[in-house]
T-cell receptor, first 117, second 115 residues
């Protein structure tokens, strides 16, 4: 079973549309962190947000917002009024402790977002 | 703002050759990681390193791979005899501690192409 599932492989939207990228995770830990990263065509990983398992408050940063719901094990990411520069692959990731107590980060398979002008 | 750096940005090599990918973690960080991303696929954990030894490694990290911190600043990933399937983007990351609440800071990646 996937620990981090991003069911949407590719999404295309027209510029200025809102778009939500889904992320569902699986963990037995009570303490864990969730991340979103953006990977533009140039290839680097750009950190967007980190959320801890005890903070279910939704977060808004400019056009970006995140909806964390422990009840459904989801951490969805919404881009409002999308722009062409938002075109990228977006990865959701889960940080938890492995059996030895060390941090283990697992990435989802990514969602490729294409914003059409 | 301090950042993780990686060199080279792109490495092309012939199958069977050895390659060394270099990373300079953030200076006060203690834990170091390598990840791999095959083109079009997800980012996968390879290995974590602390106090001059491997703390965790994935099934991908076989005997062809090794890591080293040869001096106080560099952290290297060596692939002894490259295979075509080693072609990927390799990301280095570092964190102050290895606790689950510590963010890992990623470098820009090295794109390895094996011909």
């Amino acid at each position: 079973a996937q620990k981090v599932t991003q069911a949407q492989t590719e999404i295309s939207v027209v510029e200025k549309e809102d778009v939500t990228l889904d992320c569902v995770y699986e963990t037995r830990d009570t303490t864990y962190y969730l991340f979103w990263y953006k990977q533009p065509p140039s290839g680097e990983l750009v950190f967007l947000i980190r959320r801890n398992s005890f903070d279910e408050q939704n977060e808004i940063s400019g056009r970006y917002s995140w909806n964390f719901q422990k009840s459904t094990s989801s951490f969805n990411f919404t881009i409002t009024a999308s722009q062409v520069v938002d075109s990228a692959v977006y990865f959701c990731a889960l940080s938890e402790a492995d059996s030895g107590g060390y941090q283990k980060v697992t990435f989802g398979t990514g969602t490729k977002l294409q914003v059409i002008p | 703002e301090p950042e993780v750096t990686q060199t080279p940005s792109h490495q092309v090599t012939q199958m069977g050759q050895e390659v060394i990918l270099r990373c300079v973690p953030i200076s006060n960080h203690l834990y170091f990681y390598w990840y791999r991303q095959i083109l079009g696929q997800k980012v996968e954990f390879l290995v974590s390193f602390y106090n001059n030894e491997i703390s965790e490694k994935s099934e991908i990290f076989d005997d062809q791979f090794s890591v080293e911190r040869p001096d106080g600043s560099n952290f290297t990933l060596k692939i002894r005899s490259t295979k075509l399937e080693d072609s990927a983007m390799y990301f280095c990351a570092s964190s102050p501690r290895d606790r689950v609440d510590d963010e890992q800071f990623f470098g820009p990646g090295t794109r390895l192409t094996v011909l």
